[in-house]
């Protein structure tokens, strides 16, 4: 039988975000991620419209440095606050959820 090295976490946090002025990328909201853990970010369901990631605004902006994702697809990452993320719109009103457990 496989051991996880992690335990489990009494619950979970989530968020979302919306870019109001595409080609203007908006930070997530702060969310500390405990050791051990991720930050899952996935492109809302009912996007029509690409979005764009990027570890700061310059790089959400940047068509060469951004992650691209369509509707309902997404990146887990490992970083320590969701505030790292970076997130833009090809469209307005469009964006995120993001979780991780805490």
Known sequence: ?????????????HGQKTVSSPGTAEQLDALTIPDGFELVVRALPGNDGNIFLGNSKA????ADKRLT???????TLKVKNADRVWVDA?????????WTEV
Do not use: H, L, T
Request: no cysteine; net charge negative; glycine share 12%.
């Open 1 to 13: 039988m496989r051991k996880d090295a992690r335990a489990n976490r009494p619950g979970w946090d």
């Open 59 to 62: 790089n959400a902006e940047d």
């Open 69 to 75: 994702f369509s509707a309902g697809n997404g990146i």
């Open 90 to 98: 090809a469209q307005a009103d469009e964006g995120v959820d993001y």
